[in-house]
Structures are given as structure tokens and as C-alpha cells.
């Protein structure tokens, strides 16, 4: 899974410096997800209780 989000935000970077419009919204849609999964996995209710 590491190396899925990986790829993903490498694919997230490169259409961020490729081109405007639509490769624009790739790259939001690409980098924010990772930022999305650090966030959700990171949230302090989301870990068992010890």
C-alpha cells in the first residue's frame, strides 16, 4: 500500500509540472490524497485504546 500512494503522488508531482488546467487538478486530487491518508490514519480516536 506504501508504494501505491507512493506512485500516486510521483504521478501527483510530474502532472503538476507537465502542464495547466486539467493536469492541475490531477495533481491536487493525486497529492492530497496522501495528505488525506497521513490524516486519517494519524487521528488520535482512530488508534485502540491501550
Known sequence: ?????ALISAAGLISAL???GPWDTLSWL???????LCAWH??????PPA
Open 30 to 36: 493525486a497529492l492530497g490524497l496522501a495528505v488525506v
Open 18 to 20: 507537465v502542464g495547466d
Open 1 to 5: 500500500m506504501p508504494l501505491v500512494v
Open 42 to 47: 494519524g487521528l488520535p480516536w482512530r488508534r
